[in-house]
């Protein structure tokens, strides 16, 4: 058997596609507001398919992202490189310069990368890479400090997607970190400890101190109840209660490797304001927080 298909017969399975009518959220967006995590694919003829990558995307693109972006009344948005194209991080380079400003990205990096290809990544729109220590995804913490003192001078964050729990001192292990890092998915809390989990409030101190941030998004990732997902609700409420100054939202468009039903990004978006149901706030984590932390203008 040729190895290509082989290789297609062994592939992972296509992840189900996104809810492609979102509806508009409840209440006003304010201008500026910015999807902090989405993922955007290309086609793999053009940009390849990591023989290792966890799943198969669904056959959405950039302008089905766009369009949702647009249903939804949000102007500016971060896309982050998934597994899906390894450390080929064209997929979002491309992406980000037919948005015409309105995309930043976060990328996927290799320890060995050159100084140039940084250099590159960083004029395109690149604000910081990322490190998957859940899935194992790109490179891990001693890596990421590594590189974290290489990207420095391009004033870069490392977002990290981790299990809170699993990092109870999580505050005093990123104290030394040379730049500032992001925690995804509100740290994919476990709902069954409570917000006085060890690894939660460890958390909170990060963010409470200056060094870190994290994101409002995913609920469905750790929720062991159906939308609106009432279990991750008092852990969004305690970092908005904790540092709102340090939080961004995130839609986790296309929403891949769901176990449970495929949500809507119009329902999604409406969570926000029974996180932080003072406008202000909103506004603070939808657009002040995202133009400080990405540079966008």
């Not at 320890?111 to 140039?116: M, P």
């Not at 958390?203 to 409470?208: A, D, S, T």
Request: with cysteine; aromatic share 8%.
């Amino acid at each position: 058997m040729p190895a290509e298909e082989t290789s297609k017969r062994n592939a992972p399975p296509v992840c189900a596609g996104p809810d492609l009518a979102p509806r508009k959220p409840k209440f006003a967006l304010p201008p500026g507001a910015t999807d902090c995590h989405a993922h955007v694919f290309g086609a793999r003829e053009k940009y390849g398919h990591a023989v290792d990558r966890l799943y198969t995307p669904p056959p959405v693109f950039l302008k089905d992202y766009l369009a949702m972006l647009d249903a939804l009344g949000i102007a500016r948005a971060v896309v982050v490189q998934s597994g899906v194209h390894g450390t080929n991080n064209d997929v979002i380079v491309d992406a980000i310069e037919q948005s015409h400003g309105r995309l930043k990205g976060i990328a996927l990096i290799p320890e060995t990368i050159g100084d140039a290809e940084l250099d590159r990544l960083a004029a395109a729109g690149v604000r910081g890479f990322r490190a998957n220590l859940v899935a194992k995804t790109g490179v891990q913490f001693d890596a990421a400090k590594k590189l974290a003192a290489r990207v420095k001078r391009l004033g870069w964050h490392v977002q990290f997607l981790l299990d809170v729990e699993n990092f109870p001192d999580l505050d005093r292990v990123l104290a030394d970190f040379p730049i500032e890092v992001m925690i995804d998915h509100m740290g994919r809390p476990d709902t069954r400890g409570g917000t006085q989990a060890p690894g939660f409030q460890a958390l909170i101190r990060l963010l409470k101190n200056g060094r870190g941030w994290s994101k409002l998004s995913a609920p469905y990732r750790t929720s062991r109840q159906e939308f609106p997902y009432p279990d991750i609700t008092p852990f969004a409420h305690a970092l908005i209660d904790a540092a709102p100054e340090r939080l961004v939202w995130g839609s986790d468009w296309p929403h891949v490797m769901l176990d449970s039903a495929m949500p809507n990004d119009g329902d999604l978006c409406d969570q926000l304001a029974t996180w932080a149901p003072a406008a202000a706030t909103r506004a603070q984590i939808l657009v002040d927080n995202p133009a400080r932390l990405y540079g966008f203008r």
